[in-house]
């Protein structure tokens, strides 16, 4: 977040699954008036929550000025004609999520005090668990400003592997005649796979990615 320190214009942060809010509400008690932050979910009781949340933490301002949460997955949050051509307002400098990311095949080894206060949609990402991780992948190119950005998101202790091999040394490259982003006129962008961080247990549960121009 020290990318903007010397401007006065708030860092723009787009929290990708905002459960109850915990992580957008945390950054902002953090850093105060410095951010600003988008979050989206697909679930209309999350949404409800964080919002709530929102205003109870920080006020009857809260929702209106420093954080929004938004009824939307990552692959429909966009401008692309493909997606019905939204009006969002993009240029986020951070993109941060814990998205579900649970392999199809690890659900039913979670323990009852997980699956009993979460949903099969809040946990399982999919067979390989990297479904709605592809989703931001893809979309970030169009979520960051011309100048690129970084994306921190929780994982499944399989993935930080997976993701470097899968964006590779050189990046993965929005490609200009099949990807729709090319409707809106967004230029080549790289989504480069910077490292994987593992969490207090030693576990690789954490990568961050870094957007920039081809």
């Not at 008690?29 to 933490?57: C, H, M, W, Y």
Request: hydrophobic fraction near 35%; proline fraction near 5%; charge should be negative.
């Amino acid at each position: 977040l020290a990318i903007r320190k010397d401007s006065n214009t708030a860092v723009r942060i787009l929290d990708v699954g905002a459960g109850t809010g915990a992580i957008g509400l945390a950054l902002i008690k953090r850093f105060g008036p410095s951010v600003d932050v988008t979050a989206i979910d697909v679930d209309e009781t999350a949404v409800a929550l964080s919002n709530e949340n929102a205003q109870d933490i920080l006020g009857p301002l809260g929702i209106s000025g420093q954080y929004r949460a938004l009824l939307c997955g990552a692959s429909d949050f966009t401008n692309t004609l493909d997606k019905g051509g939204g009006d969002h307002v993009f240029n986020f400098d951070v993109v941060v999520s814990n998205p579900p990311y649970i392999p199809r095949a690890d659900m039913a080894t979670l323990s009852s005090d997980v699956v009993e206060y979460e949903s099969d949609r809040a946990l399982c990402g999919g067979e390989d668990g990297l479904d709605v991780v592809r989703d931001i992948v893809e979309r970030l190119p169009e979520w960051c400003p011309d100048d690129g950005c970084v994306c921190w998101m929780e994982v499944d202790t399989s993935h930080p592997i997976m993701v470097g091999e899968w964006l590779g040394d050189e990046g993965r490259t929005s490609d200009p005649q099949t990807n729709p982003l090319n409707a809106i006129g967004c230029t080549r962008r790289k989504v480069q796979f910077v490292e994987g961080v593992k969490d207090l247990c030693g576990r690789d549960r954490f990568v961050q990615l870094r957007i920039s121009s081809d």
